[in-house]
């Protein structure tokens, strides 16, 4: 099953791409990387044979640069799933495979898909657009507050707002198709990391905590693992079997999970692919979560996926009101600390809130971790020149 020597195809070159290539150097065999991504400012280019510019949204674009690939990997869910398929049908390998994407790239159908095979999810009704949605509030058919989240192109936050009342659908709402949930009353949020390799072989990986920037809700901070009680693991372990149970085949699910006030774990998205609450895996897992989906995409086995110490990884995000070519502070600082372990993205140029790089602080307790992620937070900034 293992194929030396294959062309491998990333779509596309950001910062989980780079570290997937990362992983598996220690093991390449004369494999050859080609990428296709939109954009000239991308951190893959480094580490490509070839590199092919087209939208990873058009049919074309990915179709014409799969016939190129033998293995073909997804660093996000927002491709062509048609292109996708047709590579499929051609004989190509493609992870995560395109019935999977289409589910998981439009909101709507995801959520139906956990309904259909009893995945607990908050509860939601789908709007085809704001006029649909003023008409059920209107009729007292919403119950205030909840959140609107577009069924296509989310991500880090986008097209997800809170709606308080009427007068927010008309200020804040989208006209777009969309669900609409009901406001969970979160206590904490965490990230279970699952999947199969090609060999029929399950893992998973310790349950990660996440702890999220409150203005944007992207992730400043995730764990290596958490303390929870006997009630809450074994709703996270049935959680894991369902979706293993639902999602055949090989592949790596990354699954954001909700604990609610009453003490449920729902179910609040699915990625189909390695995720940002997994880099502390790369200094703090036997085997890190990018290493393990080159394992799967390539025909290995599946490694070790218990933790070797405990972990925090600390995101570093482009500075508010600045713009333009980066200037890194204090990450000299950061490198010279024990055990204290810095990425950056090779990213050119920074924006408010763009993912630059991240820090993972490796101790014998979490309670020491946290010390030296307080610290460093207050050591790095991510500015323009």
Same mark, same amino acid.
């Given at each position: 099953?293992?194929?030396p ?27 050859k ?15 490509a ?22 293995t ?16 499929e049908?051609?004989?190509k ?9 289409k ?18 999810t ?5 709007i085809?657009?704001k006029? @649909? ?50 406001c969970?009353?979160i206590?904490?949020e965490?990230s ?9 072989? @399950?893992? @998973?990986?310790?349950?990660? @905590? ?24 074994s709703?996270?372990?049935?959680i894991?079997k ?15 999970l ?5 003490g ?9 692919r390695?995720?940002n ?11 890190s ?18 933790e ?7 995101n570093?995000?482009g500075?508010e ?9 204090g ?30 602080v ?18 790095i ?5």
């Amino acid at each position: 099953m293992i194929q030396p020597n294959q062309t491998i195809g990333f779509i596309t070159g950001g910062q989980l791409g780079q570290m997937m290539i990362q992983s598996f150097l220690p093991f390449r065999q004369n494999e050859k990387i080609l990428i296709l991504d939109g954009n000239k400012d991308f951190p893959c280019a480094p580490y490509a044979n070839e590199v092919f510019t087209g939208s990873s949204k058009d049919f074309n674009s990915v179709l014409e640069f799969g016939k190129k690939c033998d293995t073909i990997i997804l660093e996000f869910e927002h491709v062509n799933a048609d292109a996708l398929q047709e590579l499929e049908n051609l004989g190509k390998k493609v992870f995560c495979q395109a019935k999977y994407i289409k589910i998981i790239q439009n909101k709507g159908i995801q959520k139906d898909f956990y309904t259909k095979n009893n995945i607990p999810t908050s509860k939601y009704i789908k709007i085809k657009n704001k006029q @649909e949605f003023l008409e059920l509030a209107k009729n007292n058919k919403i119950e205030f507050p909840v959140m609107q989240k577009t069924f296509l192109d989310g991500y880090d936050g986008g097209g997800v707002t809170k709606i308080n009342s009427l007068a927010d659908i008309n200020t804040k709402g989208f006209d777009a198709e969309s669900i609409i949930e009901e406001c969970i009353n979160i206590t904490r949020e965490f990230s279970l990391i699952c999947g199969r390799d090609q060999h029929g072989n @399950e893992f @998973e990986y310790p349950l990660i @905590e996440q702890f999220f920037h409150e203005k944007t809700n992207i992730v400043d901070c995730i764990t290596s693992h958490c303390e929870i009680n006997i009630n809450t693991q074994s709703q996270v372990d049935a959680i894991a079997k369902k979706i293993l149970t639902s999602f055949t085949g090989a592949g790596l699910w990354a699954v954001e999970l909700f604990l609610d006030t009453s003490g449920n774990v729902l179910v609040n998205e699915i990625a189909p692919r390695v995720h940002n609450s997994g880099h502390q895996s790369i200094e703090g897992n036997y085997c890190s979560q990018f290493e393990q989906y080159m394992r799967i995409a390539l025909g290995y086995s599946i490694g070790n996926t218990a933790e070797i110490k405990p972990s925090i990884t600390l995101n570093l995000l482009g500075a508010e009101n600045h713009i333009g070519a980066v200037k890194y502070i204090g990450i000299e600082n950061a490198m010279n600390m024990k055990n204290v372990a810095v990425h950056l993205y090779g990213k050119i140029s920074t924006k408010p809130n763009r993912k630059m790089g991240h820090v993972t602080v490796t101790r014998n307790t979490l309670d020491e971790c946290w010390k030296v992620i307080k610290i460093l937070k207050n050591t790095i900034k991510i500015i323009s020149e």
